[in-house]
C-alpha cells in the first residue's frame, strides 16, 4: 500500500522569505516524484518533478530527495501571496513508469504580504 | 501549450443517473488517468489506462464505474445509478510515453442531487 504523508498545515510565512514543505513516503520502489500545486477550486499544476537522489533548482523552486530516508522536500524562496495555495506531493512508480500517482494531503500555504 | 481538456465543467445530475465526464488527452501522451477529489479531501486516484485496457484500478473504481476511449482523441469516465457520495472534483491526467509528469484537466464539478 502506498501512502504519502504530508503536514496539512497551514504554512504562514511573511512575504520573501523560504517556506519549506515536507513529504514522506512508505514505498521503497517508489521512482519518481512530482510537487503540484493546487489553487482553491482549481486542478493540481505541475511544479516539479525529481527522480534521483539530491536537489533539483528551477527558478524559486528547489526539490530535494532522499531515497534512503523516504523523504521529499520543496522549497519557495522569495515566497510571494501568489505562492499561497495547497501544495501537493505525488509518487509514482514500482517497475513501469506509467502506474498510479500517490498523492499526499497536501499542505497549504500562506504567503502573508 | 498542449493542455488536457475535460467537459462539462459542472455537471448536476439527479442520483442514480448515469453520467459521461468526458477528456481530450495531450495528443502525444499514451497513458490517461482518473482522479477525484472529494470537497475538502485528497486527490485520490481511480483508474489508469494504457494501450486501449485498464492497466490499473482503486477500490473506489467497481462496478460502478467504467472507461472508454471511444476515438484517438477523447477518453471518458462513465459513472453508472450515481449516488451522493460521488459528488466531487473529477480530473483527467495524460502522461507521455516515458510515464513521467502528469498533466492534469481543468477537472469535472459533478454534483449528484
Known amino acids: 500500500q502506498k501512502e504519502v504523508e504530508q503536514n496539512s498545515g497551514p504554512l504562514s510565512v511573511p512575504e520573501g522569505a523560504i517556506a519549506s514543505l515536507n513529504c514522506t513516503y512508505s514505498d521503497r520502489g517508489s521512482q519518481s516524484f512530482f510537487w503540484y500545486r493546487q489553487y482553491s477550486g482549481k486542478s493540481p499544476e505541475l511544479i516539479m518533478s525529481i527522480y534521483s537522489n539530491g536537489d533539483k533548482e528551477d527558478g524559486r523552486f528547489t526539490a530535494q530527495l532522499n531515497k534512503a530516508s523516504q523523504y521529499v522536500s520543496l522549497l519557495i524562496r522569495d515566497s510571494q501571496p501568489s505562492d499561497s495555495a495547497t501544495y501537493l506531493c505525488a509518487v509514482n512508480g514500482g517497475h513501469n513508469y506509467g502506474q498510479n500517482f500517490v498523492f499526499g494531503p497536501g499542505t497549504r500555504l500562506s504567503v502573508l504580504p | 501549450e498542449p493542455e488536457v481538456t475535460q467537459t462539462p465543467s459542472h455537471q448536476v445530475t439527479q442520483m442514480g443517473q448515469e453520467v459521461i465526464l468526458r477528456c481530450v488527452p495531450i495528443?502525444?501522451?499514451?497513458?490517461f488517468y482518473w482522479y477525484r477529489q472529494i470537497l475538502g479531501q485528497k486527490v485520490e486516484f481511480l483508474v489508469s489506462?494504457?494501450?486501449?485496457?485498464?492497466?490499473?484500478k482503486s477500490e473506489i473504481f467497481d462496478d460502478q464505474f467504467s472507461v472508454e476511449r471511444p476515438d484517438g482523441s477523447n477518453f471518458t469516465l462513465k459513472i453508472r445509478s450515481t449516488k451522493l457520495e460521488d459528488s466531487a472534483m473529477y480530473f483527467c491526467?495524460?502522461?507521455?510515453?516515458?510515464?513521467?509528469?502528469?498533466?492534469f484537466g481543468q477537472g469535472t464539478r459533478l454534483t449528484v442531487v
Open positions: 491526467a495524460s502522461s507521455d510515453p516515458g510515464g513521467a509528469e502528469a498533466f
Open positions: 489506462f494504457y494501450n486501449n485496457e485498464i492497466s490499473e
Open positions: 495528443s502525444n501522451h499514451l497513458y
